[in-house]
């Protein structure tokens, strides 16, 4: 049989595709299993903390604050469950709740700042951001977000006695049903992750990645943004911070994103993420995606500008 059938040119673009595929790979597998080890102890300790009734317990001593947002103090509920999990806890809460339409807007934007606090600052962590930093950022910025819409949102708040009627299921069900639901998680981290990673190798080894930082640079100075965090920056906003860890910590450890810019975009994504599948959620409940959106971009500037002011007085301290 001819040779050229059988050897595969490394300079082709079957060649070039399956060097970055083996490059990709272990570093998404390792990745992979990071976020793993992080997301199932958490998952499965919030989901007893919630079925012994802990965060109900909580949030009972933290209504007064959310006065202030327009907000019954039920929605302490909403907030607790969204820093311990995700924005898919948040919908099927606030599915029970039945919140009036403008309140439920505002937790739900304010949930969008504030959620996956212990995976999502491990990631901010790992690419050089201090923990108690970026926790502050975000909590303090989604209490700013929800006062503000307060403000200017149309409408006023009403009394609202909402309740969580949860049905009392055997432990051994809720359980059942979470392993499903992990198992499922813990896919979509292993096939998001490394598929992200092959792409990054792949728009570096064909030299795509220029396409997407000029057009792009013009808006990321604005936001105060270096154009090396582009691709960061669009995964980020696309498919969210955890999933779009893998782009970030490898652009870090591989030098090509200086620890300076990584911690500027981190108080970005921190605040502003997930621009798409995360408001998206909220249709179901017949949210606005306007609300859910801008509040959260217009802060995540105002972050980083804010960020590169303190820098600069410490630098002439």
Not at 269 to 278: G, K, M, R, T
């Amino acid at each position: 049989m001819n040779s050229n059938f059988t050897t595969l040119n490394p300079d082709s673009i079957i060649g070039r595709f399956i060097k970055c595929v083996n490059v990709a790979f272990p570093k998404g597998m390792k990745t992979s299993w990071w976020l793993i080890k992080i997301t199932i102890p958490v998952s499965l300790a919030v989901l007893l903390l919630d079925y012994y009734g802990a965060l109900t317990f909580v949030a009972q001593y933290t209504e007064p604050l959310f006065k202030y947002m327009g907000l019954p103090g039920v929605a302490a509920v909403v907030l607790i469950t969204s820093i311990f999990t995700n924005i898919y806890s948040v919908v099927a809460v606030l599915t029970t709740l039945h919140l009036p339409m403008r309140e439920g807007m505002i937790i739900a934007t304010m949930c969008l700042v504030s959620h996956g606090f212990i995976i999502e600052t491990a990631v901010l962590k790992k690419t050089g951001s201090p923990v108690i930093r970026m926790l502050l950022l975000r909590l303090i910025g989604s209490f700013v977000i929800g006062w503000i819409l307060n403000l200017i949102m149309p409408g006023t708040a009403t009394a609202h006695l909402a309740t969580i009627n949860s049905q009392h299921k055997e432990l051994s069900t809720v359980l059942y049903h979470w392993i499903f639901a992990i198992s499922a998680t813990i896919l979509k981290i292993i096939i998001l992750v490394n598929l992200l990673l092959i792409l990054q190798k792949m728009l570096e080894e064909f030299g795509l990645i220029s396409y997407l930082e000029q057009p792009l640079s013009p808006l990321l100075k604005l936001m105060g943004l270096s154009e090396k965090t582009t691709l960061s920056w669009i995964v980020a906003n696309l498919i969210g911070l955890a999933y779009g860890s893998a782009i970030m910590i490898s652009l870090v450890e591989e030098g090509k994103l200086n620890k300076d810019d990584a911690d500027l975009l981190n108080h970005h994504i921190a605040i502003s993420h997930s621009q798409l599948e995360d408001p998206l959620l909220f249709l179901t409940l017949g949210y606005t995606i306007y609300w859910l959106m801008w509040p959260r971009l217009a802060l995540a500037i105002l972050s980083v500008w804010l960020r590169k002011a303190e820098l600069r007085y410490l630098v002439k301290r």
